[in-house]
C-alpha cells in the first residue's frame, strides 16, 4: 500500500470515527454535517453528479440519482473537502462510482476517499467473515455498488 | 470487463459523433471495417491498448478519457468541457441556494 493510499485511509477513518460511530451503512450525510457541509439535493442536468461549494458550507448532489450513486458523490466530495483540494477555488465535476480510473489524481484521491469512508477495512473484513464474500449482500450491507465494494474487497486482498 | 469494453465503446461513439465522423473513416484510420469499429463500439469486441491510443490521438484526447467509464471531468473554473446544459444547472444551484439563504 503506497503512502497516499495509507495517508487516505487514515483520514477517511478518523472522519468516521468523528461521526460515523459503527453503524452500517455509514450515515455519510452524518458524517458531512460533522464538517460543517450541508447536502443540498438538487435537480442538476445529468451529467453533474455532484459539486462543493467550499465557501458556502455546501455539497450538492443529484437528486435523480440512484441513492447509491449519491452517496458516493457525497463521500467523493467530502473527500475533496478534508483532502484540502481546490484550495479557494470552486471544484464542480461530475463524480461516478465505477471509474477507478479518473486521469485527474484529485479525483483518483477523493474516489479513494470515498471507497475507505464507506467500506472502512475493519467493518469490510468483519463483515465479510459473518457473511462470507456474497458480494450482492455486502453491496447492501455498505449501500455501496457491487463494482466498489469488489474494488475494495480487491484493494484490501479478501479476494 | 465486458461492462468496461461497453463503457469504453460507448465513449469512443460518443466522440466520435460529436466530431462528425463516420465509423468508416475511424475504421480507416485504424485498418478496420466500418462493422469492427461498430463491435467496439458496441462493446462486443474489446479494444486493445495499442487501438486505444491511436483512437485517443485520433481524437485528440488522453487514453484515460476513454477510461472514465464514459464521463468525463469538468471544471467551471478552467472552462474546459464545460457545455451550455452544465453551465447553466450549475447557475440555477447557485440562484437556488440565495433563495433557500433569503428565507
Known amino acids: 500500500m503506497n503512502s497516499q493510499i495509507k495517508y487516505i485511509e487514515k483520514i477517511s477513518s478518523q472522519a468516521l470515527q468523528k461521526a460515523g460511530g459503527s453503524d452500517l451503512p455509514v450515515p455519510v450525510e452524518k458524517i458531512a454535517g460533522a464538517f460543517g457541509l450541508e447536502v443540498v439535493e438538487f435537480a442538476f442536468h445529468n451529467k453533474i453528479s455532484g459539486l462543493l461549494k467550499k465557501e458556502q458550507g455546501v ?6 440519482h440512484h441513492p447509491v450513486r449519491k452517496r458516493f458523490t457525497i463521500a467523493h466530495e467530502l ?81 | 470487463m465486458k461492462e468496461i469494453s461497453q463503457k469504453i465503446g460507448q465513449k469512443i461513439k460518443e466522440v466520435r459523433e460529436e466530431k462528425g465522423i463516420t465509423q468508416k473513416q475511424l475504421g480507416e484510420y485504424l485498418g478496420y471495417s466500418a462493422m469492427g469499429v461498430s463491435y467496439f463500439e458496441q462493446g462486443v469486441r474489446e479494444v486493445k491498448v495499442s487501438d486505444l ?36 444547472s450549475l447557475s440555477d444551484f447557485d440562484k437556488f441556494l440565495a433563495r433557500r439563504k433569503q428565507k
Open chain 1, 59 to 64: 455539497i450538492g448532489v443529484n437528486q435523480t
Open chain 1, 79 to 159: 473527500g475533496h473537502f478534508l483532502l484540502g483540494h481546490g484550495l479557494g477555488e470552486e471544484i464542480q465535476e461530475e463524480t461516478i462510482d465505477d471509474s477507478f480510473d479518473k486521469s485527474h489524481p484529485q479525483e483518483r484521491e477523493a474516489n479513494q476517499f470515498a471507497s475507505c469512508l464507506l467500506m472502512p477495512r475493519e467493518f469490510v473484513k468483519k463483515e465479510v467473515n459473518k457473511n462470507s464474500l456474497d458480494i450482492e449482500k455486502l453491496s447492501k450491507t455498505f449501500g455501496v455498488s457491487k463494482q466498489a465494494i469488489t474494488i475494495r474487497l480487491l484493494e484490501l486482498k479478501l479476494i
Open chain 2, 53 to 88: 491510443q491511436k483512437i485517443a490521438s485520433f481524437f485528440g484526447k488522453e487514453p484515460s478519457f476513454f477510461l472514465s467509464a464514459g464521463l468525463t471531468i469538468f471544471r467551471a473554473d478552467k472552462n474546459s468541457g464545460t457545455d451550455m446544459e452544465t453551465s447553466k
